[in-house]
């Protein structure tokens, strides 16, 4: 049982930037391979970043390549997404979610994590 917890969020100007922060608790942090993901009102859930279990693997979307970084501190059981040069496009509500598995590798879709938090809300003014 993995309880995962998004802060970080809020309202910026385009062009700004936010950290957003997954606190992690039960389970084993290290054995889990996490994701973030974004929804927008009227739209379905996709994909924003992942990040292995080792961090030797990290993905991040085509929309957000060169703007945003996963990564992740074990030590905190926290997982990061720095994001940089913000959008308006990228008004949406943010969550992070955690798949634990015996192997390396990320997962991109949603239905691949078991566990997923409350969200957190990012919007960008333009």
């Known amino acids: 049982q993995v309880q995962l917890v998004e802060s970080g969020g809020g309202l910026v100007q385009a062009g700004g930037s936010l950290r957003l922060s997954c606190a992690a608790s039960?389970?084993?942090?290290?054995?889990?391979?996490m994701g973030w993901f974004r929804q927008a009102p009227g739209k379905e859930r996709e994909f924003v970043a992942a990040?292995?279990?080792?961090?030797?693997?990290?993905s991040v979307a085509d929309s957000v390549k060169g703007r945003f970084t996963v990564s992740r501190d074990d030590l905190e059981k926290t997982v990061y997404l720095q994001m940089d040069n913000l959008k308006p496009e990228d008004t949406a509500v943010y969550y992070c979610?955690?798949?634990?598995?015996?192997?390396?590798?990320?997962?991109?879709?949603?239905?691949?994590?078991?566990?997923w938090g409350q969200g957190t809300q990012v919007t960008v003014s333009s």
């Open positions: 990040i292995d279990r080792n961090s030797i693997s990290t």
């Open positions: 979610a955690a798949k634990e598995t015996m192997y390396g590798g990320f997962y991109v879709k949603p239905n691949s994590y078991t566990y």
């Open positions: 039960g389970g084993t942090f290290t054995k889990c391979a």
